[in-house]
């Protein structure tokens, strides 16, 4: 990784309406902790309560927000030219990219939700919500990155991905469940509670390897992509 | 130091750039051409950042699209005004400073900074720049790490005259260094203080390519319709004629013509002294087709 392209993509992760949106999603995942310990079944609706906003809502949006923007800003406003022209592998321009959205998007995600799950008061819920929605942020981020460099509308088509695959295709059977990332933490989720949800019976291991894989395909994809995309 | 052999690159049904070759050693050597006629992506190929669709472009005998190495002796300044305006200038160069992985990167980007006249120590961002600043840290973060071959997009756009000067002049140096130093430009007078070997280029192709004052003869050999505003335009036309320096005349109105001249240089030097002895007063010369395209059209037939 080269530290110099990850500290300069850094700097741009966080703008301030960025920081506005990423306080407010906290904000509602704090409320909703609140709202789920003071249900009757508590340990199920924190558990679906984790899942539906700190997987399917929180780590995607956060991810796909910083994600597409890290080298998909560069393109777009095409400055991108100023890391490419330099003596250092499209591999180390990636991986710093990577790094750089995976600083910011994981630390919040996971400091908020394992806050959130803390107040739901479900013990069990603590240490798995740390790991899925750092397993989760790490998958999505390698997805997003990739989608910036290789689409101009990355948001667009990230936002797309989100609504029509992740969270409307997936529902259609177990086939497209398992192409679903959100898939595999969730069933993280499920193993620490026992509680049942739609789309998490992947088995332990590959809920762990899976989204990590992704994570890693998307960061090779975007290493393969800075060696052939042409800069403008 | 730089080889371009057949190369040509086109975009979907577009040809930007169609069986170009040349050989370009250190000096300054000019890009001329006007707008769209494959200048930039000429230069983006030189420089890695886009791949010849057939053909090949070496760089002290590397392929810069493949070989990242050779990148460590390319400095460009692209034509585009987008820089990382987050940055303060002394950041931004600092930045390509250590990507070429300098001993010294903060200490090299000063030096390069001062060398465009610029301050290292102002610690505005770069969104606040004006567009001659603009341009002139562009050249500084293609020149910090000392490269041997830089190429330089439209650099001075923007710039005022005196900075033109002193822009022209670093060429200059750096291209005694025995630095490879290409600049394209769309403007033909600026092209002229470059120096004298020049690539002209038109619709892609490589329309000329030698000393600029060949070129220019050759470009001053074509004919010119020229229009002239003055309060005596039939004894002026008379005087140019005997003089030999236009080939035809139509009179316009009662202080105007258009005139033909198949040698634009001859006619240059002849038409204020036959102005002064007929007692005319010039009010206008305006050169009827003039403009770059013209020229190169004109270039491209030959």
Not at chain 2, 111 to 138: C, H, N, W
Request: glycine fraction near 6%; charge should be neutral.
């Amino acid at each position: 990784m080269n530290l110099a392209v990850y500290r300069v993509i850094l700097r741009t992760q966080l703008s301030p309406a960025r920081l506005l949106v990423l306080a407010g999603l906290s904000v509602v995942a704090i409320l909703l902790a609140f709202t789920a310990r003071a249900s009757d079944d508590t340990v199920e609706v924190a558990t679906r309560t984790i899942a539906n906003f700190g997987i399917n809502i929180f780590a995607a949006f956060i991810a796909l927000a910083l994600g597409s923007a890290a080298l998909g800003n560069l393109v777009e406003d095409r400055t991108l030219v100023y890391l490419w022209l330099r003596p250092v592998s499209r591999h180390s321009i990636a991986t710093a990219a990577m790094a750089a959205v995976v600083t910011v998007v994981l630390p919040i995600l996971v400091v908020v939700m394992t806050v959130a799950a803390v107040i739901t008061g479900v013990g069990e819920l603590v240490a798995a919500t740390a790991v899925a929605t750092a397993l989760a942020a790490f998958a999505y981020s390698g997805i997003f990155v990739a989608l910036g460099l290789r689409f101009k509308r990355s948001l667009l088509i990230g936002l797309g991905y989100i609504a029509i695959w992740e969270l409307l295709m997936s529902r259609l059977g177990d086939w497209f469940a398992r192409l679903s990332i959100r898939s595999y933490p969730m069933s993280i989720l499920s193993d620490a509670t026992d509680v049942s949800m739609r789309l998490a019976d992947r088995s332990t291991l590959a809920s762990y390897i899976v989204p990590l894989a992704v994570g890693l395909a998307g960061l090779l994809y975007t290493s393969w992509s800075l060696t052939r995309t042409e800069i403008d | 130091m730089v080889q371009a052999a057949g190369v040509s690159k086109w975009f979907g049904d577009l040809v930007a750039v169609s069986d170009v070759s040349f050989s370009i050693g250190a000096g300054v050597t000019a890009l001329l051409g006007p707008n769209g006629a494959g200048k930039s992506t000429m230069l983006r190929m030189m420089c890695g950042l886009a791949k010849p669709s057939n053909g090949s472009v070496t760089v002290l005998g590397k392929e810069p699209r493949s070989d990242v190495a050779v990148l460590g002796r390319i400095g460009m300044a692209p034509q585009q005004e987008s820089l990382l305006d987050h940055l303060s200038g002394q950041e931004f160069v600092e930045l390509a400073a250590n990507l070429h992985h300098l001993q010294r990167p903060a200490e090299s980007a000063r030096q390069a900074i001062q060398t465009v006249e610029l301050d290292p120590d102002d610690p505005r961002r770069l969104s606040t720049y004006s567009k001659g600043m603009r341009q002139r840290i562009k050249l500084a973060q293609a020149i910090v790490h000392d490269p041997l071959v830089i190429a330089l997009d439209e650099p001075l756009t923007g710039l005022d005259p005196r900075q033109r000067r002193e822009m022209i002049s670093l060429f200059h140096r750096l291209g005694s260094e025995g630095k490879c130093v290409i600049v394209s430009s769309h403007v033909l007078d600026e092209v002229e203080r470059f120096g004298s070997r020049v690539l002209v280029m038109a619709q892609g192709r490589l329309a000329a390519e030698g000393d600029f004052r060949e070129i220019r003869n050759l470009m001053d050999d074509r004919p010119l319709r020229i229009s002239i505003r003055t309060d005596q335009p039939r004894e002026l036309a008379i005087a140019l004629l005997d003089r030999g320096v236009i080939s035809g005349c139509r009179l316009e109105g009662t202080d105007g013509m258009v005139v033909d001249t198949n040698d634009a240089a001859a006619f240059r030097r002849a038409v204020a002294p036959a102005a002064r002895d007929q007692d005319a007063s010039l009010r206008e010369l305006r050169p009827l087709d003039d403009d770059l395209e013209s020229v190169f059209r004109y270039l491209v037939t030959q």
